[in-house]
């Protein structure tokens, strides 16, 4: 099956640093990727939406300064958490799609960051 | 809108006795739905999914969910339970279009007792 990778798979870093996050898809191209934030014991929250080639649509309450999304190729999306607080601390979900009817949307293995 | 509601926070079963996670959605389209399984500290993997063909699916690991339109729902079962099923469990539902994002539960969190 597809696989979709994240890299790191955890990072700790001072508050006020910048961590970049990268999602990619290995074997498929992924014209779509959506990031997503899991709390501990709590489901997963859809960030943003990102569609190669074009600016990320983000969701309500999701600060878009705050949380940069790149999606420059068919293979490679990248979040950046800037100016990262403790409360920034979360595990980072990245899942994609080749954008076909009905095609399943496959998730990277997560990010776990811990802002101190 | 869509929408999707886990009804158990929580689910304990013993090793060796049937799996019942329950699922109902809420969807205006004709939905495909999803079941993920999260191991501690891990990421998402599929288990099954429904997409308008057979209503009873089949998935990895033994599991099998049945989508029963008449009562908007799409449980998860399993004849028995195996130690290495413990983890947690989300129903996903998304319209019938490639790239929408997906809508999940809250989760259930399967405990497996020796």
């Known amino acids: 099956g597809a696989v979709v990778s994240q890299h790191p798979s955890w990072v700790i870093c001072k508050s006020g640093t910048s961590v970049k996050i990268e999602c990619r898809s290995l074997d498929f191209q992924a014209t779509t990727m959506f990031w997503y934030r899991q709390f501990p014991k709590q489901s997963l929250m859809l960030m943003a939406t990102?569609?190669?080639?074009?600016?990320?649509?983000?969701e309500q309450g999701v600060e878009k300064d705050k949380f940069l999304i790149n999606h420059a190729s068919l293979t490679l999306s990248t979040l950046t958490v800037t100016s990262a607080h403790p409360e920034d601390s979360s595990f980072y979900i990245c899942?994609?799609?080749?954008?076909?009817?009905?095609?399943?949307?496959?998730f990277g293995p997560g990010t776990r960051l811990l802002v101190l | 809108a869509q929408s999707v509601t886990q009804l158990d926070s929580h689910v304990s079963v013993s090793e060796g006795t049937p799996v019942l996670l329950r699922c109902n959605y809420s969807?205006?389209?004709?939905?495909?739905l999803f079941w993920y399984v999260q191991h501690p500290n891990k990421g998402l993997q599929l288990l099954l999914k429904?997409?308008?063909?057979?209503?009873l699916v089949k998935g990895i690991n033994g599991f099998e969910a049945e989508f029963k339109k008449s009562e908007t729902s799409f449980h998860l079962t399993k004849p028995s339970a195996h130690m290495s099923d413990a983890a947690e469990y989300f129903c996903v539902v998304r319209p019938l279009s490639g790239n929408t994002p997906l809508v999940f539960g809250k989760g259930t969190r399967l405990s497996v007792i020796a």
């Open positions: 969807s205006s389209y004709s939905p495909s």
């Open positions: 990102s569609n190669e080639g074009s600016k990320a649509t983000y």
């Open positions: 899942s994609a799609t080749s954008g076909l009817v009905a095609e399943t949307q496959y």
């Open positions: 429904y997409t308008s063909a057979a209503t």
